[in-house]
């Protein structure tokens, strides 16, 4: 529900997923969902109706045969037959015949009949215990939507590249890659009824400096585009209709932010290093080659992850070996000799490419990343060799995401190997002491941290994952995102694990994850005996500001008594209470 303080003042609130404030008209974007109106006809409309169902099912066979087309082109015909049975879908006798006589019968306009049939037809699929037909579900929610999109003349890709002036867009749900093309100048920030703040669009949101809420449950049904709103980032909230008060009361917030930011310049040259003397490396996470200018200024030393597969996303085809060599290359030459760690295609999970890999029912638990990657060799193989080639050119680094057991891990540094053997028989230059890290986001890979070490020169944990997979929370479903605890005594204990494992064998341990950029989070990892952090740009000078405030010595106090604790809030709330005392300014919102 959302509260009324004042007179047209509505306020919603949801989970802050990146920081700052912005205030300007909304944009609501169409739900995906269809609301379909039933129309009676008239004794004449009835062939018409026909008609139209049957240039929908053409146009839409029509776009399938494309999509197929450039699959088959860019990777070969057993990827394209994925299409093949959606396109068996469109001569379905039983939704054909059944919509027709719907149409005939009850004289209704063909999206309600075509809805209609659908719907029953994909109820009885989910009641058939056959785990095949019940797949097909899928497959049939794709082509049918498809075919109401084209009934109701509806363009299928809401395109935020092109906006034709500044606002805030509000949604039920945006996916990383629409996040990833917004366009910057016109969109403010936006709000979703769903997310939670370690989804990819909420990363990528803060990657891009767009102010975002997300998990405000029904607010995209609840407003009209053109409301006037003003969006907090920082605290989660949308207000819409701000009084006169509210408006100002937030210029004070704006205010106090940019006093904030002035201090924070000041730390971006300088070394994170402790009170006591203890060095943090910081690194940045990029998504993009472009950021690596960015990662200079934000005061990073380096990138610590480069998230490659927003190559891939927004696109039909994925890039080949030259383009990916060009990107990777580009940012190694800007940041030289600082490093780049470049993680292979994490692909799947929130990060979805339907020309690539078929939707799942648990996309979190399936074909992603490293498994997806040893299954595509000619994909995983052109990756390689580019990631190997830019390291001729800079401090390069290759990371593999998802390693869940050590066979993944052996199989990508055979198919590694073999790459670096075709580039030295092409005389193509490499490093061939090229440092290959595991991210460390599965709970098996945490427990086998210990032989996974022999195989590789650091580690990086993905703490986004790690808690998901640890606590069996969904990172992007908002209902459970209480359960999401960072500070869970399971992981601090599985952090430690993996940090004494790898400090046995002598190798580094970077945590890339969301929590390494939360100043509250910092002084445990530290603590927890992480050697490096990487974080989005924008969240690197707070770190560092924090990190030249505190004491390593204090911080390692506080985790060994933290590691005694039971209680997830408890812990929480002690590094709160350290992190704010050591540097009360960040914490004015
Ligand atoms: C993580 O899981 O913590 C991580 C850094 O990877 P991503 O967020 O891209 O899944
Ligand atoms: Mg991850």
Redo the contacts with the bound molecule.
């Keep these: 529900m959302a509260e009324r303080l004042h007179e047209g003042e509505l306020i919603f609130r949801g989970i802050p997923a990146s920081a700052g404030v912005c205030r300007g008209n909304i944009l609501v974007l169409d739900r995906p969902r269809h609301d379909i109106q039933r129309r009676e006809l008239a004794d004449g409309e009835v062939a018409r109706e026909l008609d139209r169902f049957e240039e929908a099912l053409a146009q839409t066979r029509l776009q399938l045969l494309d999509v197929q087309r450039k699959v088959i082109e860019s990777l070969g015909a057993q990827e394209g037959s994925i299409f093949d049975a959606q396109l068996l879908v469109l001569e379905d006798p039983v939704l054909i015949e059944e919509t027709t006589r719907l149409i005939r019968t009850q004289k209704v306009n063909v999206e309600h009949a075509f809805h209609t049939v659908v719907n029953r037809y994909l109820d009885a699929l989910a009641h058939i215990q056959d785990e095949y037909l019940r797949e097909r579900a899928a497959d049939v929610r794709d082509v049918t939507a498809r075919v109401l999109d084209n009934l109701l003349g509806r363009n299928q890709e809401l395109d935020l590249r092109h906006l034709r002036e500044p606002c805030i867009i509000i949604a039920h749900d945006l996916t990383p890659s629409q996040t990833a093309q917004m366009d910057r100048k016109n969109v403010l920030g936006f709000a979703t009824d769903v997310g939670s703040t ?1 989804s ?1 669009t909420a ?1 990528m949101a803060r990657s891009l400096r767009i102010p975002a809420v997300v998990g405000l449950k029904d607010v995209s049904q609840r407003l009209r585009s053109g409301q006037f709103a003003l969006l907090d980032g920082f605290n989660g909230v949308l207000i819409v209709n701000p009084t006169d008060q509210t408006l100002f009361e937030y210029g004070q917030l704006v205010r106090r932010q940019a006093t904030l930011a002035e201090k924070l310049r000041e730390v971006i040259p300088l070394p994170a290093v402790t009170l006591d003397n203890h060095r943090v490396p910081l690194l940045a ?1 990029v998504e993009q080659a472009a950021d690596a200018q960015t990662v200079r200024e934000s005061g990073a030393e380096g990138i610590g ?1 480069f ?1 490659t597969e927003y190559l891939f996303l927004n696109r039909d085809t994925p890039p080949d070996e030259e383009e990916q060599f060009e990107a990777y290359r580009q940012a190694a030459i800007t940041l030289r000799p600082l490093p780049v760690v470049i993680r292979t295609l ?1 692909l799947g ?1 929130d990060k979805l490419l339907s020309t690539l890999a078929p939707p799942e029912l648990n996309p979190f638990l399936g074909w992603r990343a490293i498994r997806f990657c040893l299954q595509q060799p000619d994909i995983f193989r052109a990756q390689l060799r580019a990631i190997l080639r830019a390291s001729a050119e800079g401090n390069v680094k290759i990371m593999y ?1 998802m390693i869940s057991g050590l066979d993944e891990l052996k199989q990508a540094n055979a198919l590694l190997t073999r790459c670096k053997e075709e580039l030295r028989a092409e005389n193509k230059p490499f490093d061939d002491h090229i440092e290959i890290g595991a ?1 460390i ?1 599965t709970p098996s890979a945490a427990l086998i941290a210990d032989v996974l070490a022999q195989h590789v020169g650091f580690f990086s944990i ?5 808690i998901q997979y640890a606590l069996a929370v969904d990172r992007m479903n908002e209902k459970i995102a209480h359960l999401y605890e960072p500070t869970h005594p399971a992981i601090l204990r599985l952090i430690r694990a993996t940090v004494d494992a790898a400090h046995a064998r002598g190798i580094r341990v970077a945590v ?3 929590m390494a950029g939360d100043p509250v989070l910092v002084p445990l990892l530290i603590g927890l005996g992480v050697d490096e952090l990487s974080a989005a740009p924008p969240l690197i000078a707070p770190v560092k500001y924090l990190v030249r405030r505190m004491k390593i010595s204090e911080a390692r106090e506080l985790t060994a008594s933290a590691l005694q604790s039971d209680s997830a809030a408890d812990i929480a709330a002690r590094f709160e209470a350290f992190a704010r005392r050591a540097a009360p300014s960040l914490f004015e919102k």
């Excluded at 993905?462 to 790690?466: C, H, I, M, Y």
């Design positions: 370690t990819h990363i996470n992850l998230r994490d999970g995401p991210m986001e993905g703490t986004n994952d790690l890339c994850g969301e």
